[in-house]
């Protein structure tokens, strides 16, 4: 499934949206990846996870992606989960310190069951 | 700005010299840490603990940390327009700024920093780059920002 304006590939697993963030977050895209985010987390409850384990590049302008969905996530009782896979990105969350707000794992599976939709599931 | 900008977030540094000049005490909001250099040694990124970038949330401490400026130090303070590239990893961009950085007068280092990371062309993103340093004799603080 695809999101046609943003053009990042969301796939729902086990009730949750994952959207797969692009290679490099810059100023060409990072607006395309909000909007992608944000519809995504609407179809979410809230929830979405991203996708960053592809992601080799986010400058700090660009995190501003990341945290307008967390804010609107949390507004709606869900939350932002991402999925980092290269310590790069890490260092841009930990400068920023969104590391501390933001929850990050270094795997979709670990992301994924810290979702709302496999709390429930596992009741 | 939580609840009148909710999609505004900003980095921010705040520091506070002390009057004897000896100290520096600063905290971060998402922002990047100054750099310090010493004289006769190489500059390093200063060891400030970070705290969130404002706009994020209301519920997150930020803690201060306390940097020691010994006569004759600089300290680099800058943005990220400065040091970031579009497909370079952040830390080759702060090894770049460590290695521009030395124990100068301020107009000098400013005009050493922006000679080594921006050129002659046109920068990509805004600048703002803020020396400061303490006199070697003690004669007080010098001041020289360009952008």
Known sequence: MRVPDAGFPVEVIRSVPVVAAPEDIDITNAAGLRTALLQAAARGNGTVVVDMSHTQFCDTARIHALVGTHKRARAEGGQVLLVIGVAAVLRILSITGLDRVIPNFSSLEQALAQTPAAHQDRK | ?147
């Not at chain 2, 000896?22 to 971060?28: F, G, K, Q, T």
């Not at chain 2, 990124?45 to 209301?58: C, E, H, R």
């Open chain 2, 1 to 147: 700005m939580q609840h009148f900008e909710p999609d505004a977030m900003a980095t921010v540094l705040y520091a506070v010299i002390e009057p004897g000049l000896d100290r520096m005490h600063i905290r971060l909001a998402g922002h990047f840490p100054p750099v310090i250099a010493y004289p006769g040694q190489p500059a390093e990124l200063a060891s400030v603990v970070t705290g969130a970038i404002f706009g994020i949330t209301d519920q997150v401490r930020r803690p201060v940390t306390t940097v020691q400026i010994p006569p004759g130090a600089l300290l680099c303070f800058y943005t990220d327009g400065l040091i970031e590239r579009p497909g370079e990893l952040i830390d080759d961009g702060l090894a770049r700024l460590c290695q521009a950085v030395t124990a100068q007068s301020p107009e000098a280092a400013c005009a050493a920093v922006m000679h080594a990371l921006v050129g002659s062309g046109p920068a990509r993103d805004d600048i703002a780059l803020l020396m400061v340093r303490r006199q070697p004799d003690h004669a007080g603080v010098e001041v020289d920002a360009g952008a």
